[in-house]
């Protein structure tokens, strides 16, 4: 039994205090007196008064390195880590090594998960064989094997021609087509936002266009062929631009944001500073607003970390040699709370885009409170504060830009099929 806990569903747009009765892993009853009515046996019984409870949170885009790169993260690790920050789901995401562009690789990924006995995994496959961006995978046998949908994120699929076909063909099996929108022509040395920035640091620049071009050939592509199409990581407010105009003409695309992307500018990046060196970039102020109002308004469907771990050896180099990427797993929800007390974001619509949006457009379990479905839960203490230390973290990398940083608002309890799976 949860008691008397905030209890935000955006599913049904409920925001109020109530209790949640769990049995047998489902959600049993919801209501203001849910559990005085309980009889019986009772396995737990939590008092969660200013707290908050939400359908449990779903990542559409994590690197959990396994296979080809343990040592950075492996399954278990980073479901641990996932489980930490209150996402009961994850979507792996193919660039391994090997590439996840078979379907070994993908039962694989989902045996491994299901071991642990912690929060779902639900592998993305490659679009193409490599992530070469040269021969379609066979999609059919990803689908069969479990995946939920095909990206060569970290590499986009240049070639429009190929494009077409990978929509295409992902349409058949209904998976959500995901793309790393960068014209490699564009960004050839890039390491960081092109602008002043990058001149006063003598850095390589990547101009917020070589994504807005990528974005605009895709949505032309998606209206032709009806393709799922979700663009990954959007950091400029042109794709913002794009991306509203093709909603407001009905086609079926979506996107989402990061909580960097969000949260920090290029202005982070001063001093050389390897742990904000992400790919896309962290862009300027105006980006930064574009996107924020985007998620506000619905623009943008969902927050997703593209959680990437690195070493030190990855990132503490010089700028130049440092691997782009950041953790964002156990960080995520902790650092986006500032946008609700600010009053940027409603709480409700913070809940959304980290679980309800990206369950629908995932088409996976949970994203909702609803009675009889299962428990994958999140409790939340926006009063706690905690700080970013290499020993709180359960990821096996360190590389985040709040490190050693006191965060208010802390995950304290995560629920998958109603048990217990992290508790702080």
């Not at 979507?91 to 039962?107: K, Q």
């Not at 679009?127 to 590499?155: F, H, N, P, W, Y």
């Not at 650092?335 to 619509?349: E, K, Y």
Request: overall charge negative; some cysteine.
């Amino acid at each position: 039994m949860l008691r008397q806990a905030r209890v935000l569903d955006p599913a049904s747009g409920f925001d109020g205090l109530s209790d949640i009765v769990i049995e047998d892993g489902r959600i049993a009853r919801v209501g203001p007196d849910a559990a005085t009515q309980m009889e019986g046996h009772i396995e737990g019984d939590w008092d969660l008064q200013g707290k908050w409870v939400t359908p449990g949170f779903v990542d559409l885009h994590t690197h959990l390195r396994e296979p080809g790169h343990e040592y950075k993260e492996d399954i278990a690790s980073g479901l641990a880590a996932a489980a930490a920050g209150g996402f009961t789901a994850v979507c792996a995401m193919a660039n391994t090594l090997p590439v996840n562009d078979t379907r070994a690789v993908t039962e694989s990924l989902i045996a491994k998960a299901r071991a642990q006995e912690g929060p779902r995994l639900y592998p993305i496959g490659a679009i193409t064989k490599g992530l070469l961006g040269e021969q379609l995978t066979e999609m059919s046998d990803l689908k069969d094997a479990g995946a939920i949908g095909v990206s060569d994120d970290g590499r986009c699929v240049m070639n429009a021609g190929i494009m077409r076909r990978a929509m295409e063909y992902a349409s058949t099996f209904d998976l959500l087509v995901t793309q790393h929108a960068e014209d490699h022509h564009m960004t050839a040395g890039a390491e960081m936002h092109e602008g002043e920035i990058s001149t006063r640091l003598g850095l390589n620049g990547w101009p917020r266009v070589a994504e807005d071009i990528i974005v605009a050939r895709d949505l032309l592509l998606a209206e032709l062929t009806g393709a799922r199409y979700h663009v990954a990581h959007v950091s400029s407010m042109g794709s913002v631009r794009l991306l509203r105009e093709a909603k407001s003409r009905g086609l079926s695309v979506s996107a989402e944001v990061t909580p960097h992307h969000l949260l920090l500018t290029e202005q982070n990046v001063l001093g050389y500073n390897t742990a904000c060196k992400v790919n896309p970039p962290l862009r300027t102020e105006e980006d930064r607003e574009a996107l924020r109002e985007a998620l506000a308004d619905g623009t943008l469907d969902c927050i997703a970390t593209d959680h990437a771990p690195h070493s030190s050896v990855e990132k503490l180099c010089e700028f130049s040699a440092a691997s782009p990427g950041l953790i964002g797993l156990e960080t995520a929800v902790s650092a986006l709370l500032q946008l609700v007390r600010h009053n940027q974001l409603s709480a409700l619509r913070l809940v959304e885009a980290l679980s309800t949006a990206p369950a629908r457009l995932g088409k996976l379990a949970g994203g909702s409170l609803k009675e009889g479905l299962p428990a994958d839960i999140t409790v939340i203490d926006p009063e706690m504060r905690w700080t970013v230390t290499p020993n709180q973290l359960r990821s096996k990398s360190e590389n985040t830009p709040w490190l050693h940083t006191e965060m208010q608002g802390a995950v304290i309890m995560t629920l998958v099929n109603g048990k217990t799976v992290y508790q702080r």
